[in-house]
């Protein structure tokens, strides 16, 4: 294997081959010329990435690697790490967007000299766009280090002649943010819009800054700056957000890698807009020795209050009038040890708005955080008399997650009520969703800025008029769950009380139907969009049948993920899903209603032959809580099932469908059944809130 060579690991042979990591498993034990590892560890081999190509072809189990996935394969398969080589392939990408004549020039030479010319063009362009090489997080590869990667460089550049070379990063840098979910904290695009949005860097030719940048979402979402700045203290994400905002626009792009808080790398900056996601409850972001920094002009920030840090970083860093948009637990709007520093951003009016998202609006998922609106008072204004409250966390679906979150109702919402605020300087109050709040109000003795503490409840369940339909509903379901209560239970003919297996003892599993062509495979692997891109506008989104969908038993509710499409796996009529972890016996039929869809991770799709199987049958079995044990397999922290090792009976078409008819109307009742619970829950939910608010007479 030549020196250098790119690896790949069973899960990245898996995606190649368009299969399960069982099925590698299985090629490695029955096939003896399949390649040996050449890395990684005894339980996680690595495998050198030509040699599997060569072999998947030799065997006819692919008839080419699709160049997406071959460069991602020889990005996350560098010796170096993934890192190092997609800042690599992101300089080189540079070249091939700003300068393609010089691109191609050089690369017409061989590979040896093509390395050797390179470097001087690469620092050249980053120079460019960039500044000097001792201002930026990005350092220009030499020739030696070049050498080992000239094939990842040319196959990137002829997947940017395919995608463009913005889309193809934004590609690789997306696969490679999916690869290490707990490395980076990402900022989802919808909430990125928001932000910049509430800044007012949707403008033209706005200067903006981002001192805690992390991957560049937020910056990304300013459609039309003049400048960008931006710094991250760890160096790698310092470079890619640096390339990313390089390829991104043709702005002024300026990135330094540091800590923000102790080494302000911008210390005489004045920006039109901070837009910041900071690290939440940090301990030790320099309490002890900035303690007479001249940041701190609303006051010094007590060692458990960080983000009250940040908040006074960016003021600190705009031009009078300037905004800052800030991303912020919900303790900071609360906590006593930071009730001085709220008191004084309120008396000078340095703070404009407390907005609260909803759970799963942002990391972590599970908390509703808030965003705080900042202005820089220009000398001579009046301090504001009232802050803006909005509270959006009615707006989540009940029992929902971040997949089923009604962004353009967020949107909408608290963009309108700051409009009129900006306007105004009050809004009209809309009970639970938004009012201006008298700031003499506000400075009590807890200074509390939580928009749920001062702003109306919502009326019980938007009325009793509502009420009364929710009830007239539950009525309807409880009567057609009476009606689809399933007959009594009988035992099967000469099936005793002692009998284990009145079916017919021959056995088939879904991995033999699969072989013998009764029904095709296919996993799940779109995402929903966390935090690589910015929204594209498409006017039909394909929507995505999410795991939790699946679960809950409701519409698709995800959403295809930015940068450049990859052709999802898309649900038909009589498909049938099947969740792989957690261990729950959930099984789904594909309705008309749910076609089209695309599917999610974590499901498995089985496509069957209506001609030999038929699908409700074939669900029915599947969810077997027996079935699906067998099929289990048990990991420290999950528990997944292996879709293949599930097993049916062999019978014939005709006895199938009088089985699936019995499932079907087990899954009509059981959504029957659902449906009531949820009617029911929303029904006592809203008459507790009537009774308790005074809008229900309790006679």
């Known amino acids: 294997m030549p020196e250098n060579a790119a690896e790949v690991t069973a899960a990245g042979i898996a995606r190649l081959a368009g299969v399960g990591r069982a099925a590698v498993s299985n090629w490695r034990r029955r096939h003896s010329d399949f390649p040996q590892p050449v890395g990684g560890t005894e339980t996680s081999p690595s495998f050198a990435l030509g040699e599997v190509e060569q072999w998947l072809r030799d065997q006819g189990k692919i008839a080419e690697v699709p160049l997406r996935e071959r460069v991602w394969q020889e990005v996350s398969g560098d010796p170096a790490g993934a890192a190092s080589a997609l800042i690599r392939t992101g300089c080189a990408l540079l070249l091939v967007h700003e300068r393609p004549t010089v691109w191609l020039e050089l690369a017409a030479a061989s590979d040896v000299r093509f390395a050797e010319l390179l470097p001087a063009a690469l620092e050249d362009i980053l120079t460019a766009r960039l500044g000097e090489r001792a201002d930026r997080p990005v350092h220009t590869p030499g020739a030696r280090e070049l050498r080992s990667r000239v094939p990842l460089l040319r196959a990137a550049a002829e997947l940017a002649a395919d995608l463009g070379a913005r889309q193809a990063f934004e590609f690789l840098l997306g696969r490679y943010l999916d690869a290490n979910p707990r490395q980076y904290t990402l900022t989802p695009p919808e909430a990125a819009s928001l932000m910049t949005a509430l800044a007012g860097a949707t403008v033209e030719g706005v ?31 310092a470079a890619l957000t640096a390339l990313r905002l390089a390829l991104h626009t043709e702005a002024e792009v300026r990135v330094h890698a540091g800590d923000t808080l102790r080494a302000d790398a911008f210390p005489r900056l004045a920006v039109d807009a901070v837009l910041c996601h900071p690290p939440f409850n940090e301990r030790n972001w320099g309490h002890e020795e900035l303690a007479y920094d001249p940041r701190w002009e609303y006051g010094f920030p007590a060692r458990t209050e960080s983000e009250l840090a940040w908040v006074q970083h960016a003021l600190a860093r705009l031009r009078p009038g300037g905004t800052a948009v800030l991303l912020m637990p919900p303790a900071a709007a609360s906590r006593r040890s930071g009730r001085r520093i709220r008191a004084d951003l309120l008396r000078r009016g340095a703070l404009r708005a407390v907005v609260a998202l909803p759970a799963g609006a942002a990391p972590p998922y599970g908390v509703p955080l808030h965003l705080w609106v900042l202005r820089r008072p220009a000398p001579g204004d009046r301090p504001a008399p009232e802050l803006l409250l909005v509270d959006t966390a009615g707006l989540a679906a009940p029992g929902g997650g971040r997949d089923t979150l009604d962004w353009s109702a967020v949107h909408s919402t608290v963009l309108d009520a700051w409009g009129a605020f900006e306007r105004q300087g009050t809004v009209e109050e809309r009970r639970g969703l938004c009012g201006a709040v008298s700031v003499i109000e506000l400075l009590d003795d807890d200074v509390d800025l939580a928009p749920a503490r001062h702003l109306p409840p919502p009326a019980a369940a938007s009325g009793t008029a509502e009420l009364a339909l929710v009830r007239e509903r539950l009525t309807d379901t409880l009567r057609l769950t009476h009606d689809l209560v399933p007959p009594a239970v009988t035992a099967a003919d000469g099936a005793g009380e002692a009998a284990r297996a009145p079916l017919p003892g021959v056995t088939v599993t879904v991995g033999e139907l699969a072989r013998a062509g009764a029904l095709v495979l296919h996993a799940g692997g779109t995402g929903t969009g966390a935090g690589t891109g910015t929204s594209t ?83 029915g079995f599947l969810r077997g809580t027996a079935n699906n044990r067998r099929a289990s397999s048990y990991a420290s922290t999950a528990t997944r099932l292996d879709v293949r090792r599930l097993r049916l009976p062999r019978l014939p078409l005709a006895d199938q469908r009088r089985y699936g008819e019995r499932f079907r109307a087990l899954a009509a009742f059981e959504d029957a059944v659902r449906l009531a619970g949820q009617l029911g829950e929303q029904l006592v939910r809203g008459l507790h809130d009537g009774l308790t608010d005074g809008s229900v007479d309790p006679g």
């Open 207 to 237: 200067s903006v800054l981002d001192p805690a940048a992390g991957t560049g979402t937020l910056l990304r979402a300013v459609p039309h700056p003049a400048a960008l700045h931006a710094q991250e203290a760890v160096p790698e994400p």
């Open 537 to 619: 506008g498409t006017p039909a989104p394909t929507p995505v049948l999410t795991e939790q969908d699946v679960l809950a038993g409701r519409a698709p509710s995800g959403a295809l993920p930015e940068g450049p499409p990859e052709e999802p796996v898309r649900t038909r009529e009589g498909d049938v899903v099947v969740p792989v972890l957690g261990g729950g016996a959930v099984v789904r039929v594909v309705d008309a209603a749910t076609a089209g869809a695309a599917l999610g991770r974590n499901l498995q799709l089985l496509r069957p032959d209506p001609a030999a199987l038929d699908p409700w049958f074939l669900a």
